[in-house]
C-alpha cells in the first residue's frame, strides 16, 4: 500500500508527469535553455543552426508533452487538479514564473542592451544577435529587440496553440478560434509587417490588424507623413486604419459581438487564451474586482482619446487655405461625434444602460470640457500644461508598456491571463459598449439544467461569475465578455449557447425561468 498522499481527492488520478511527459518537458526546456545561453553571450558558431534547433526543440516539446497529456484522456474538460497545482494555483512555480516574465518585459522595454541590442552603430551581441539570421531571411536587417520580442510571441501563441487545440479537441468552435488567432499572429502581425518593409522601407511598422487605440501612435505627425510620402500603398494603409475604426469594427461588432477581434484576431488575446489558458481560472469574479475593472477600463479609455485628439490637433495648422481640416474644425467634429453618440445612447438604449450610465456620463463631462479647454486655453498645442507630445509618451509608458506589457502578460500567474484585456485595453472598452448596446451577440442559458458545478465561472478569464446567469436562466450580455466560448465547452450540460440573434430580449434581467412562475413555452413564443 502506497504511503504517498492523493492531494487531487481523486482515487484514480495522482496528476504526476509520466516518463515521456517529463522527457517531452526536458526537450522543450532544453531549446529554452539554448536562448538563455544566448543571453548571457555565449558565442554559438551558427546562429542561425542554433536558432533554428532551439525553436525546433521548444515545438518539438510543446507537442509531445500536449500529445502525452491529453490524447490519453476522453474529450471533453475536466478540472484535472488545477487548484492542486503550483504553476496554475498560485504556487511557488507560478510565482516565479509570474517574476521571471516580468523582468523579461522591464528589460525588453527599458533595458534592451542588456538583450543584447546594439549600441552606437555596433554589432548585435547576445539574444539579439541569434536571432539576426531570421531577421535578415525575411527584411535584410538585423534584428531589434522588437523582432526578438515578436518572434517569441508568435512561437508561444503557435506551440500553446496547438496544445489549445489538443486541449478543447471537442469543441469545433474552439479549435477554429484558436486557428484563427494563430493565422492572425503568424500572417498579419508578423511575416506581412517584415515584407511590407522588404517592399517599401519608407513604410513605418504597421500591423495591420492593430485597430485604433491600440496603435494609439499611428496618426502622430510622423507617421501621417511616412504614409503620405510612401505614395499609394501608404496611403491606402491610412485610410484603412480610419475605415476600420468607423465602419469595419462597428458591423463586425454588431453581427458578431466583440468576440470577432478580441478572440478571433486580436495578438493580446491570442497569447491569453493559449500560453494563458493554464491560469485561465486565477480570474477574480468578486464585485469588487467589477467595479474596478469598469473604472479602471473607461478612465483609461478616456485618456487615450484625450491623447490621440491633442496629438492629431497639433499635426493640424489653422490656416483654412492650406488646411482642409483646420484645429478648430477637427475639435468641433470629435464633440459631435461624442455628442451624437451619447444623446442618442441616452434617448435609444437608457433602459439598458442601468448603472453604467454615470461611467458614459462623467467620461463624456471630461472629454468635452478638456477639448474646449484645447480650443480656447491650450499653448503650443497642449492641454491642461502638458504637451501632446508629453501626454502621447505618458500613455506609451503607462499604458503600452506597464500595464499591456509588464503587468499584462508578467502577471498570468498571479491574476489570471486577461488582465490586460479586462482592466486595461481601451479597444475592449470601446467594443464592449458597442456589444452590450449594439449587437446580435448573446449567451443564452437553460436554467433548468444548471446544475451549479461552477466549471462555467472557474474557466472564465474575464471574471464572470456565469454561474449566476446560468441559474437564473438569464441571457449573458455583459461588456467584458469576450466571446471565447470556453464556459460552454466545459459545461457538462451543455447549458450555455453562443448566439448571435435578433436585438429583442437579449437583456433580461427579470426573467428567472427556473420554478412555475413563468410559462417557458410562451416566452419561447414570444422571442
Aim: include cysteine; charged fraction near 15%; aromatic fraction near 16%.
Amino acid at each position: 500500500m502506497s504511503l504517498k498522499l492523493n492531494y487531487s481527492m481523486s482515487l484514480a488520478n495522482s496528476y504526476g508527469l509520466t516518463k515521456s511527459q517529463k522527457i517531452a518537458s526536458a526537450v522543450g526546456i532544453l531549446g529554452l535553455f539554448i536562448l538563455v545561453l544566448a543571453l548571457f553571450n555565449v558565442g554559438f558558431p551558427n546562429k542561425a543552426i542554433v536558432l533554428t534547433i532551439a525553436l525546433s526543440l521548444m515545438f518539438i516539446g510543446t507537442i509531445w508533452f500536449s500529445n502525452s497529456w491529453y490524447l490519453n484522456k476522453s474529450k471533453g474538460i475536466k478540472n484535472d487538479g488545477i487548484w492542486f497545482k503550483s504553476l496554475s494555483a498560485r504556487g511557488l512555480i507560478g510565482w516565479l514564473i509570474g517574476v521571471v516574465l516580468t523582468l523579461f518585459y522591464i528589460v525588453l522595454y527599458f533595458y534592451p542592451q542588456y538583450l543584447g541590442l546594439a549600441q552606437k552603430g555596433e554589432g548585435n551581441t547576445g539574444l539579439v544577435a541569434l536571432f539576426d539570421p531570421l531577421s535578415q531571411f525575411l527584411s535584410g536587417r538585423n534584428a531589434s529587440q522588437w523582432f526578438v520580442y515578436g518572434t517569441l510571441y508568435t512561437v508561444a501563441i503557435l506551440v500553446f496553440g496547438y496544445k489549445f487545440i489538443i486541449k478543447y479537441r471537442h469543441n469545433r468552435y474552439e479549435q477554429i478560434r484558436t486557428i484563427s488567432v494563430m493565422f492572425f499572429q503568424l500572417a498579419f502581425a508578423f511575416l506581412i509587417p517584415e515584407f511590407m518593409y522588404v517592399m517599401n522601407s519608407d513604410l513605418p511598422y504597421y500591423d495591420m490588424k492593430n485597430i485604433w487605440p491600440l496603435n494609439y501612435y499611428n496618426f502622430e505627425g510622423y507617421r501621417v507623413n511616412a504614409f503620405i510620402n510612401a505614395g499609394d500603398v501608404g496611403l491606402a494603409m491610412l485610410i484603412f486604419g480610419i475605415v476600420s475604426i468607423f465602419i469595419i469594427t462597428p458591423i463586425l461588432t454588431y453581427k458578431y459581438g466583440k468576440r470577432w477581434y478580441c478572440s478571433w484576431v486580436c495578438g493580446c488575446g491570442a497569447l491569453a487564451e493559449t500560453a494563458g489558458d493554464s491560469f485561465r481560472q486565477l480570474s477574480d469574479k468578486s464585485q469588487f474586482a467589477w467595479k474596478v475593472e469598469r473604472w479602471v477600463i473607461h478612465s483609461i479609455l478616456v485618456f487615450v482619446v484625450l491623447m490621440t485628439t491633442t496629438v492629431i490637433h497639433s499635426y493640424l495648422g489653422n490656416d483654412t487655405g492650406k488646411y482642409w481640416l483646420t484645429k478648430s474644425s477637427f475639435l468641433i467634429f470629435v464633440a459631435s461625434f461624442l455628442t451624437l453618440i451619447f444623446v442618442g445612447t441616452f434617448l435609444f438604449k437608457r433602459k439598458e444602460l442601468a448603472k453604467d450610465a454615470k461611467y458614459g456620463a462623467i467620461g463624456y463631462f471630461v472629454i468635452i470640457m478638456s477639448l474646449f479647454a484645447l480650443h480656447y486655453f491650450s499653448k503650443d498645442n497642449s492641454l491642461f500644461l502638458f504637451k501632446s507630445e508629453t501626454l502621447r509618451k505618458s500613455y506609451g509608458f503607462l499604458i503600452g508598456s506597464i500595464f499591456s506589457g509588464v503587468i499584462g502578460t508578467g502577471f498570468y500567474p498571479i491574476f489570471g491571463s486577461r488582465v490586460w484585456c479586462r482592466f486595461g485595453c481601451p479597444m475592449a472598452a470601446i467594443l464592449g459598449f458597442q456589444q452590450r448596446l449594439f449587437s446580435k451577440f448573446r449567451i443564452t442559458t437553460n436554467g433548468g439544467q444548471c446544475i451549479s458545478c461552477g466549471n462555467c465561472s472557474t474557466y472564465c478569464e474575464m471574471g464572470i461569475d456565469v454561474r449566476a446567469y446560468a441559474q437564473k436562466g438569464e441571457n449573458i450580455v455583459r461588456s467584458s465578455c469576450v466571446g471565447c466560448g470556453i464556459c460552454s465547452a466545459v459545461c457538462p450540460r451543455g447549458v450555455l449557447k453562443l448566439e448571435n440573434d435578433s436585438m429583442k430580449g437579449r437583456i433580461n434581467p427579470n426573467e428567472i425561468l427556473l420554478g412555475n412562475d413563468v410559462d417557458l413555452m410562451d416566452l419561447v413564443n414570444q422571442k
